[in-house]
């Protein structure tokens, strides 16, 4: 927050979110140039430009200065704040690109999180709604923020989207609970969901006679719902897809999702989200390859108390890396990683974080 | 062959993750043991690693110098579909990752 501090700097477009998550949790100010500067478009991305938008209406006292090409951004971060907000996420990027940055920010925060997102629900890149509530907010709930949902409103579809979730983060936390996960907890029952905005109701009963065809041999319980969206609630396109998550005892949860284009057949879409189903799962100890920042955030910012958590070496690849270098350079914690030594699984490692003692400040100290 | 094996599995990862001057596309090829010029030790590894050196050949197609690849995709990487089929055609592997309901309808399964 003082301007005698020099700004941590970094470089390139990758992780952005995840920096200006980082930075305003440390209260530490960035700089992030090169962005994008070898494109033929350099610069920020709209969608880009619209959550630091959002950054901006949920904090208070943040500055934010993007150069005259867009190349270099300077946030400085404020306080987060909350409160109720309307969103409205431009048609490059689903709704879940701006959700999930505020799952990491909504605990810390002076007011409750109420924020409105209107755009399109589902897409290739992003975090549909049934992935953020199903599976991201299940891995907050380890971390002690249990007050949390996501409703859907309005279903919509891309390419025009005009759809409304309602993010609600009612718990506010001093600080992340210390989390230890040493196993790969097993899966007891498989859960999910098949909607349809603005296509005939067939089309969900099919994805779900695929994805069925394909798990019923794992012989575990198996239960999808259909969910179909009609007239005012279904946004402005046709559209359709899948979400499975696979439920443990422990609370930890695996998922993955697709959604259908035009062309793509119903029951292929179903099985072939069963494959990456199972695939997910082979990869994952404790948690799925796109649950893994999340966790390690919560873990960075936790008590100055040490953390674990199992991965799976599949799990350490570049994004990870990226992920623990931006964490070392803004809070200076690093990352130990010790080989497991099972008997039956000698391939995993768990990860151990001493938390950075992060508190919340908005709230006294007890 | 073996010392060749035996020296790349040296490499520890937790000190590569935090070495700056490798990029991490560097820190997992050299941590997997697929540096550049054992193109034909690769070849002898078991299939897994091949999947992966696949895996980091489509991504750097994606992903010339990084402008491409930051989509910031929440999706993580699959394999093709095809593929996908034939690596779980049996299901053997992954049934220790769930607790098995009991036994009574598998004779229709």
Redesign the interface.
């Known amino acids: 927050m003082s301007s005698a501090r020099p700004l941590i700097t970094f470089q390139?477009?990758?992780?952005?979110?995840i920096r200006i998550v980082l930075a305003t949790l440390s209260g530490k100010s960035i700089k992030i140039e090169k962005i994008?500067s070898?494109?033929l478009n350099p610069g920020l991305r709209d969608h880009e430009i619209s959550f630091l938008r959002l950054i901006e209406s949920v904090t208070n006292g943040s500055h934010i200065e993007i150069s005259y090409t867009g190349t270099t951004v300077i946030y400085k971060p404020g306080i987060i704040v909350g409160g109720s907000h309307t969103h409205n996420c431009p048609p490059s990027r689903a709704v879940?690109?701006f959700i999930?940055p505020m799952l990491y920010l909504a605990p810390f925060s002076k007011k409750k999180f109420s924020i409105i997102f209107r755009g399109i629900t589902a897409s290739?890149?992003?975090?549909g709604v049934e992935?953020i509530k199903w599976g991201l907010l299940p891995v907050l709930e380890k971390f002690g923020v249990r007050e949390c949902a996501l409703h859907t409103l309005k279903r919509g579809s891309p390419p025009l989207g005009g759809g409304e979730v309602h993010l609600i983060v009612d718990s506010l936390i001093a600080q992340p609970l210390t989390m230890h996960e040493l196993e790969?907890p097993?899966?007891?029952s498989i859960r999910g969901v098949a909607y349809s905005t603005r296509v005939s109701p067939s089309l969900v009963n099919r994805m779900i006679d695929g994805s069925r065809n394909?798990l019923?041999?794992?012989?575990?319980?198996v239960n999808i719902t259909a969910d179909v969206w009609r007239g005012e609630n279904s946004g402005k396109s046709p559209g359709w897809g899948i979400t499975l998550v696979?439920e443990t005892?422990k609370g930890w949860c695996f998922f993955s999702?697709l959604i259908g284009d035009a062309g793509d057949i119903p029951e292929?879409i179903g099985?072939?989200v069963a494959?990456?189903f199972?695939?997910?799962?082979?990869k994952s100890a404790a948690v799925?390859?796109?649950q893994l920042p999340l966790a390690i955030v919560y873990m960075v910012i936790g008590k100055e108390d040490i953390g674990r958590l199992r991965i799976t070496k599949e799990q350490?690849?570049?994004?990870?890396?990226?992920l623990?270098?931006d964490v070392?350079k803004i809070f200076g914690i690093?990352?130990?990683?010790k080989p497991v030594d099972d008997l039956d699984n000698n391939e995993d490692?768990i990860v151990t974080i001493k938390g950075v003692g992060f508190h919340n400040s908005n709230k006294k100290i007890a | 062959l073996n010392s060749k094996i035996k020296r790349q599995r040296k490499w520890d990862?937790?000190k590569l993750?935090?070495m700056?001057n490798l990029s991490?596309?560097e820190?997992?090829k050299r941590?997997r043991g697929e540096a550049e010029e054992d193109e034909d030790y690769i070849s002898n590894i078991e299939n897994d690693d091949e999947e992966e050196e696949e895996l980091f050949k489509k991504?750097d197609v994606a992903s010339p110098?990084?402008?491409l690849?930051?989509?910031?995709?929440?999706?993580?990487f699959?394999?093709t579909?095809e593929k996908?089929?034939q690596?779980?055609s049996s299901?053997k592997?992954?049934?220790?990752?769930?607790?098995?309901?009991p036994?009574l309808n598998?004779d229709d399964?």
């Open positions: 390139g477009s990758q992780n952005f979110r994008r070898n494109d879940g690109y999930e290739h890149n992003d975090a992935a790969r097993p899966i007891k394909v019923k041999d794992i012989n575990c319980e696979g005892k999702e292929n099985m072939q494959y990456h199972i695939e997910e799962i082979s799925g390859r796109n350490i690849d570049e994004n990870f890396i990226h623990l270098r070392k690093e990352v130990f990683l490692f | 990862i937790g993750i935090y700056d991490p596309e820190c997992i941590w991504k110098d990084n402008h690849g930051d989509l910031e995709k929440f999706v993580p699959f394999d579909f996908l089929v690596k779980w299901l592997n992954i049934q220790d990752h769930f607790i098995n309901a036994k598998s399964a």
